[in-house]
């Protein structure tokens, strides 16, 4: 069974702190997605990749960066955490175009913001 | 851009009786993707069935299908015989066949099944 794995599962922070949440898959897809999950919001793409050392800008990447060192792992990056920022974080990995085309997500990310 | 509509916001129906879910989209795409997914109380978020723009079956997997009303840029989920484990949030999502369109998610429709 495929698998996407996120750590930490919660994480509280200060306003103005580095934030790495990290997302590791053994599904060997070469798409992988971070998002926001808000209420009333449904799942907003922040950013995502198409394999390693490549990263691409979703819907509202504003205040966050994203590095893609390998296949497997895809991180998360808040430089300057705010507020605004909090929320519940989900990764995936997919491969599209495939005839089975569908996302794995990881079991999420809690993150206050403080 | 892609936008992805579910105007009900919670839904409440008794075990064993049917549900339908709706969804409607918005694309320029004459290729496209449409998916439901999932969210168990859990958190955990699974891809439950998928339909193509230029299929004109309706997608079926267990007791999950789809009713797709193209000229209406509609795709409801339906779910019959309701169980208690089915409660959850049920999110549409549609992806254009453009090589740089994501998947875009809607609201989600949150869904209670009493017994």
């Known amino acids: 069974e495929a698998a996407v794995t996120q750590s930490p599962r919660n994480k509280v922070a200060v306003t103005g702190g580095k934030v790495t949440l990290s997302c590791n898959q053994t599904?060997?897809?070469?798409?992988m997605y971070w998002y926001r999950q808000d209420t009333g919001h449904g799942l907003r793409l922040i950013h995502y990749?198409?394999?390693?050392?490549?990263?691409e800008k979703g819907d509202i990447p504003d205040g966050y960066k994203a590095s893609r060192p390998s296949q497997e792992n895809f991180s998360l990056i808040l430089e300057l955490a705010t507020p605004s920022q909090t929320s519940v974080y989900f990764c995936?990995?997919?491969?599209?175009?495939?005839?089975?085309?569908?996302?794995?997500f990881g079991h999420g990310t809690k993150l206050s913001v403080l | 851009a892609q936008k992805v509509t579910q105007t009900q916001t919670s839904i409440s129906v008794v075990e064993k009786t049917t549900v339908t879910m709706d969804c409607v989209y918005e694309?320029?795409?004459?290729?496209?993707?449409l998916f439901w997914y999932k969210q168990t109380a859990s958190g955990e978020i699974v891809f439950l069935i998928r339909?193509?723009?230029?299929?004109?079956e309706n997608a079926t997997v267990g007791h999950y299908s789809l009713n797709f009303q193209k000229p209406k840029s509609s795709i409801g989920l339906i779910i019959t015989a309701t169980q208690i484990e089915d409660s959850a949030v049920y999110f549409c999502?549609?992806?254009?066949?453009?090589?740089?369109?994501?998947?875009?998610f809607g609201a989600g429709t949150r869904l209670a099944v009493c017994p």
């Open positions: 995936a990995s997919g491969d599209e175009g495939a005839s089975n085309e569908r996302l794995f």
């Open positions: 599904n060997n897809h070469n798409n």
């Open positions: 990749s198409y394999g390693a050392g490549s990263t």
């Open positions: 694309t320029r795409d004459s290729s496209y993707f």
């Open positions: 339909q193509d723009s230029y299929k004109k």
């Open positions: 999502a549609m992806r254009g066949s453009g090589s740089f369109n994501k998947l875009t």
